[in-house]
């Protein structure tokens, strides 16, 4: 049976997850593109022959977006209504179900509920588009929680990213929604310092390797830094 929830108080503390590699373990925004691109032999080759350039963008913080952009436009390429889009992504869910559950982070969700449980204002706040988080979240019966995401729309015969909810931009979108005074907010990345840093208690949980130190150094002293299963990100056990 599904676990009720009191309705949170608007004076509530407002908590913010991130959803990629902080509830789910790895990149669900991807792992939906890959699987669109590989189900189409002409898919698989165009975005062959883009990833000597549109790779090294991926890697570069600055320049993800547009690197990104070009596998999301193969991979969508003749869908031209967002209605059509997240239908593809019901079905993508649906069919997937087995191994999306198996990425859903034990630790990150128990986490996620006690502050649902305890009254909190839960957000999600994630790049990926809002209704593959949703349908993922549906899963643990936490459908109802709000999320914000990247908003998509027609694009050059495909889809797009009309709005990345990522970095500064994703402050501002929680900000556009009412969600302005952070308590505690929940990340891996890089990306989302400027989320960190506006909440009061920011909590780093599976972060790269490389850049557990740099989370030291730029977050308050004591900032917890942890792991919540994700075997290959760095972080102290939880």
Avoid at 23 to 28: A, V
Avoid at 82 to 92: K, S, T
Avoid at 107 to 116: G, T
Avoid at 171 to 184: F, K, N, S, V
Wanted: glycine share 8%.
């Amino acid at each position: 049976m599904s676990e009720s929830y009191p309705v949170p108080r608007d004076d509530a503390p407002l908590v913010v997850f991130d959803f990629d590699h902080t509830l789910y373990d790895g990149d669900s925004g991807s792992h939906l593109f890959a699987w669109l691109i590989r189900r189409n032999p002409l898919r698989m080759l165009a975005a062959l022959l883009i990833t000597p350039v549109a790779g090294p963008l991926v890697a570069l913080l600055p320049m993800r977006r547009f690197g990104i952009s070009g596998y999301v436009w193969i991979a969508t390429f003749g869908l031209h209504r967002a209605r059509e889009f997240n239908g593809i992504i019901d079905q993508y869910v649906r069919t997937h179900e087995a191994d999306i559950r198996t990425r859903l982070l034990p630790q990150a969700l128990e986490v996620f509920a006690a502050h649902r449980r305890a009254g909190d204002r839960v957000v999600v706040a994630t790049g990926a588009p809002p209704e593959l988080a949703r349908a993922i979240l549906a899963f643990v019966a936490h459908q109802d929680v709000p999320v914000i995401g990247s908003e998509v729309g027609p694009r050059l015969g495909a889809m797009g990213a009309t709005r990345h909810c990522h970095n500064e931009e994703k402050m501002r979108m929680l900000r556009e929604r009412g969600y302005g005074d952070i308590a505690i907010a929940y990340s891996d990345s890089t990306a989302d310092l400027p989320l960190l840093k506006a909440a009061k208690a920011p909590v780093v949980v599976n972060p790269k390797h490389s850049r557990v130190d740099y989370f030291r150094r730029v977050l308050p002293a004591g900032t917890p830094v942890f792991n919540w299963g994700c075997v290959d990100r760095g972080g102290d056990k939880a």
